[in-house]
């Protein structure tokens, strides 16, 4: 069956706006780091997300990446969501109630957010998925694995549930490399994973969407490593996948800098120019909080020195060796 809410909770809804006020499931995998793998002190460089890291989810949550249109496997799988629905209701027993439509309000559990394919009868989440190139055992009979991503989502439309307990997730899978094979797997979720995927997303949104910071670039579990090729001098390399990480993760502490370094000399003119000639500013109390007063400072200009004597500019000139670190492509390269 369709269910269709109460038509007075969809006032005002958009959801393209109303995405912004919170993860959605499909997204959750972005923020969480991939750990397998790693050594010991090693520091995850990629996510479980094949799609996204999570600088492109905070960027959308902070009103910087604008919505895009569906691409073709997104419209495709769309357009096959209810073929495959109608045939799950003779695959299995159990009763589910279908959401079809996602400009519906989403379930939310603090700042996790879904829109689940299916809600079976316990309460449990389903998702329906349309795949074009299936990897080994994926939702097979013998071997229920499924990309980790999807996993995630299961957990997080768990979670937005209100599911606070060991579940099983419904996925119904239509391989279309398959000759059009649906696979139905049950998708065992953790108590234990449904309170990593909230811990993820709130820690998130309270560091990174409500102060505005960027947060660490990961790349997406899909890049792989590149080979490090030193040249013969050993001056030049191929950058790590750790070194691309940090150079973006510089980059956008960088941007923020300088956001609020102009945002500095923004409210610094403004002040200056509503205090005037005036040379301080008091409270009430008489109590300064703000002096603007005409000062004088005296500078030493190189050039002039070294025109008047260059053995005097020569003797006093320091020289030190140091080693400059310039992030390439950067405006003031």
Not at 222 to 234: D, I, K, Q, R, T
Request: glycine share 6%; proline share 8%.
């Amino acid at each position: 069956m369709i269910i269709d809410r109460d038509p007075s909770d969809l006032a005002g809804f958009e959801p393209d706006a109303t995405r912004r006020n919170f993860v959605g499931a499909s997204e959750a995998a972005a923020l969480i780091p991939d750990y397998s793998l790693l050594g010991e002190g090693e520091r995850p460089v990629r996510c479980l997300s094949p799609y996204a890291g999570p600088l492109a989810v905070w960027e959308a949550k902070v009103g910087l990446r604008l919505p895009t249109a569906p691409s073709m496997p997104m419209r495709i799988g769309l357009a096959l969501e209810p073929v495959i629905i109608d045939r799950l209701q003779l695959l299995i027993d159990e009763p589910f109630t279908v959401y079809a439509d996602i400009t519906q309000p989403p379930f939310l559990r603090g700042h996790v957010g879904a829109h689940p394919d299916l809600v079976m009868s316990s309460g449990f989440p389903g998702d329906v998925k349309v795949v074009t190139n299936t990897g080994p055992g994926w939702g097979s009979a013998w071997n229920p694995s499924i990309p980790r991503h999807y996993h995630v989502q299961l957990a997080a439309q768990a979670a937005a549930l209100g599911i606070d307990q060991d579940c099983e997730g419904l996925l119904a899978s239509l391989h279309l490399d398959r000759r059009l094979e649906l696979r139905v797997v049950k998708v065992p979720i953790l108590r234990v994973e449904i309170e990593m995927v909230v811990r993820h997303v709130e820690l998130f949104w309270r560091r990174h969407v409500t102060t505005g910071i960027p947060p660490r670039s990961l790349y997406t579990c899909g890049e792989h490593e590149s080979p490090v090729y030193p040249l013969p001098n050993c001056q030049h390399r191929v950058a790590t996948l750790h070194e691309r990480a940090l150079v973006s993760e510089l980059r956008g502490v960088r941007a923020t800098l300088a956001a609020l370094k102009r945002e500095e000399a923004r409210l610094a003119d403004e002040l200056k120019n509503s205090i005037a000639d005036t040379e301080r500013v008091n409270l009430p109390s008489g109590e300064p909080i703000a002096t603007f007063k005409p000062s004088t400072r005296a500078t030493i200009n190189p050039a002039r020195v070294k025109a008047l004597s260059r053995e005097i500019a020569d003797a006093a000139t320091i020289t030190v060796e140091t080693r400059t670190l310039r992030l390439k492509g950067d405006d003031e390269e």
